[in-house]
């Protein structure tokens, strides 16, 4: 939790968080996250200054409870002097302490936004999907809660201004916006409607911009001029060279590879593999001209040129 202090901006953990996205669909599978399409209502959440602490509390976390589809869970909130903004003990079930910053006795507001986060962990644990060390849990936790309808809260609890600053989560507001607005373009489901900050309003703009970069990358259609020149650029160099690239040159996203798994001395024709938009699954489709190809994974249906 930043309170006070500087915020980080940017896309430092953009490949962790994909990585999440894609773990998600992959243990979940596309049936189960469609169900996710509805996010948490501003309703649900609601808390003002008039409402019981310890009652409001518990009322927010059956709420996230109920979204998140744990019906024989039960969170059992408390409040206490801590560094983090939030603690949830992982047992056995079906009782779960979740112990909540003191700071929220005086900032209701963003109890949705702690609680979406520490529940989200209750379900990560029960689905036993984790990444190792305590870093790129945190990055799965809030990728998860924010593609599953929940981490708008998270976004929206990020305030600066010139002389105070609060963020809760691990993203930065930047990737929390990129996550909801992956979210926004799969369920047509726009969160900026349910913003009071803002700043989360901004971060998710910017958010949006790389998501709909990420549709754009050649081999696909939608590309623009100076992707599709530099693709054809390299896959003359593949085909030409008899040395397909089996890595990323450049730092762009596709990578050609032989068309036969046994043929390694890069004669014959050429696949070439990149990420799905939606889910970053790894797609390989031959180099033949227009191609449509289906992820299995989320099962987008894509339009390639390759």
Known sequence: MANGGPVEHGYPHLETVRAAINALYKRLSYDTVQTFATSVAPVDVAFCDTDDLHLGAQRVARAMVRHYRLPDARMIVGFREMTHAANVELAAGPEYFIELNDRFRTHRRDIGAA???EVMHVYLHRLDLYFPGTRDNEILTDTAAAYLGAGWLLLDAFREDAASSQKLGYLTPEEFGYVLAKRALVFDEDPAIW?????????????????????RQPPLTAAGWAGRRRYARD?????DHHSPN??????????????????????GPLRVSFPCPTCHQRIRVPVRGRVRARCGVCRTVLECDT
């Open 235 to 239: 896959r003359r160099h593949a085909q």
């Open 115 to 117: 609680l979406a986060h």
């Open 195 to 215: 913003f009071t900050s803002p700043q989360a309003y901004t971060a998710y703009t910017a958010g949006m911009e790389l998501a709909r970069h990420d549709t």
């Open 246 to 267: 089996t890595s990323q040159p450049g730092g762009v996203p596709y990578s050609f590879t032989p068309d036969s798994p046994g043929n390694h001395d890069g004669h």
